[in-house]
């Protein structure tokens, strides 16, 4: 992931630049592989595209999502790609999804019996995943494709007061982070069991059985949905979130903060982390940089800008309701619309499994 | 084009057939490529999803489709894969589209100077048809690709006597088709002008003017909305339709004819073919199965059901707005519900350029 991911990026940051001229400025990049094109009718980078209806004052929220497998279960890849899809919803507040495509590539290398395996399986857990979210996928389309592709669309037709304008951070606000970092460098360590070279580099800062706890993790957490989180937003009060992808932690605060209507910045002291993937990205130079918040998650979790008095209670919240963890992992203060992780930041070393009954 | 469609039709054949089993056989193949997965709210094969919302009596209508470019002009690829979308909405008589979302692969293989060029001018063609029918891209998403693809998600929110639900067809009522077939012929035969030994299969039915005149009005066939049909559907009060895209023309009238509520047949007379491109089909033997019905089409025009006294009055709508003629091509008689063309149907030659002042 982590070369194609690179090559991803720069040639769509190319693609951004050439749109730019011709689209008064307003695109962004959301995630590694979004883009914002035309003018967004609420004209900040969101994740989600907000459009006003003819109908009484109805506006259409939708967003749409596709990469490339990372994960080798093909149900539980199919759980995170609608996770991950649904999560540009949830970053927004909205905690209903009305409807759902499912956007499938079938790789014209697999073989016919492997196909007939693993298709239903990534369509099984697409839906499963859906259900879990009280919505449906009612159509998408499916087409043969060099690489396998997973993706869809998310759409909800809603209420001024059910979505949330990532905009409003003031001053003394502080940022939670609902999902541990890491995922990213979780899968290439799991994918690195079999490749003794890769693996030589890690093996003094990590077990085997590390690495396999950290993939579980990473997995389980890939696939939950944001959609506790979004609920909560709307109980203590958020004043913006986004969700943290491809761009990773520093990118995505960094967007979230370019589009703040006031004079603020976002100062990030905390990382919380798969454990050991840490000291794994450390070991592993500068491919990652974990640390310094560019490691691309895949359905990461949300950051959200809550007021001070409240954020403890959110965390205390979501916890008792999903049985995971949430960590205030930085400050709102007076600013130029930046973004920045403190030099020494605090590795916060999230255990590979946290409890006994999972939820999947 | 051919292969690679065979191959995908032999594909999702059989995905369908494994999906059939576990949901209930609500879906259904409207393309070569698309899939209705979940149960369809309202429960029959169309063009595209209907979700009713829980505001006000309102429906979510929504598809999305994808596929490979098949021309070698940019900008009109970007065209007709916008007016391919927006056709399914067409179809159900919608004419209003909320909001857009493009989908684009860019390929691995493309120098970087070519993407620069190629890219910019498909999302410009893209919007550009967009804009034409009346809605904007608000998002979307691009990834690099082994393979080019493009496509995109259409959605509107509407009351429901904004759209009609294909299933009204009475006895007595005829086929109204909006678009030529041979798109998929003309194509073909373009791309073997640079290949002797195909071209030499051909070159005794058809010119190289022949063959470069029905190019350019498959292409421009293909990148014509169907907005203006669809809009008449309401005035004269149609009583269903579909596009002709990938399964052919017999495909989808079969398809249609299945989810009829009456007991009725569609029996096809005439085919309008783009000209010339009916020889050339035959010269290739069973190739395309043209004639049959079978041949695909990319953006292809509305097969309408419509009662036997308004369709003459839509042709002559139609052709009146648009400088295009439409065709009826078939009747609806008592029958379980499927389509057949007759042993000897007439061919319309449909001239390469029927005007001087072309629409775009």
């Known amino acids: 992931m982590g070369d194609l ?27 590694a592989q979004f883009i914002h094109m035309a003018t967004p009718r609420i004209g900040i980078g969101m994740d989600s595209s907000v459009t006003p209806l003819r109908h009484g004052g109805l506006s259409l929220v939708q967003t749409t999502d ?28 909205v905690t209903e999804c009305d409807n759902m495509l499912m956007l499938l590539g079938v790789s014209t290398k697999m073989m016919e019996k492997e196909r007939d395996v693993v298709v239903p399986l990534i369509m099984r857990g697409f839906k499963d995943s859906a259900t879990e979210a009280g919505t449906t996928v009612s159509g998408g ?16 037709v809603c209420q001024p007061n059910e979505y949330i304008v990532p905009d409003n951070a003031v001053v003394g606000d502080v940022l939670v982070l609902t999902k541990p970092l890491g995922t990213q460098v979780a899968v290439n360590a799991h994918q690195w069991l079999d490749q ?18 950290a993939y579980q993790r990473a997995m389980d957490s890939m ?34 903060a370019k589009h703040q209507k006031n004079e603020v910045s976002f100062v990030i002291h905390n990382l919380p982390v798969i454990s050991k993937m840490a000291a794994v990205a450390k070991a592993c130079g500068n491919m990652f940089q974990l640390l310094q918040g560019h490691s691309a998650e895949t359905s990461g979790g949300l950051l959200i800008c809550l ?30 619309r930046t973004a920045r992780i403190i030099d020494k930041p605090r590795v916060i070393e999230v255990p590979a499994k946290e409890k006994d009954g999972e939820l999947w």
């Open 5 to 31: 991911h690179a090559a991803t990026v720069e040639i769509l940051g190319k693609l951004l630049e050439g749109l730019q001229a011709d689209d008064n400025g307003a695109q962004d990049h959301e995630h």
């Open 66 to 93: 596709f990469f490339y497998p990372l994960v080798d279960d093909p149900y539980m890849m199919g759980k995170i790609a609608c996770a991950n899809v649904l999560s540009d919803l949830y970053a927004m507040g």
């Open 141 to 156: 389309q499916t087409v043969v494709n060099p690489w396998c592709t997973i993706g869809g669309v998310a759409t909800t």
């Open 196 to 213: 003794p070279d890769r693996w030589n580099r890690i093996k003094l800062v990590v077990s085997e059985d590390d690495v396999r706890k």
């Open 223 to 256: 696939a939950r949905l944001n959609r506790i989180a979004a609920r909560l937003m709307h109980k203590y009060n958020a004043h913006g979130a986004t969700d943290v992808t491809g761009f990773g932690l520093l990118g995505h605060a960094q967007n979230l």
């Open 307 to 336: 007021p001070r008095e409240q954020a403890a209670a959110y965390c205390k919240d979501i916890e008792k309701q999903e049985g995971y963890q949430a960590w205030i992992i930085g400050i709102v203060e007076k600013g130029n």
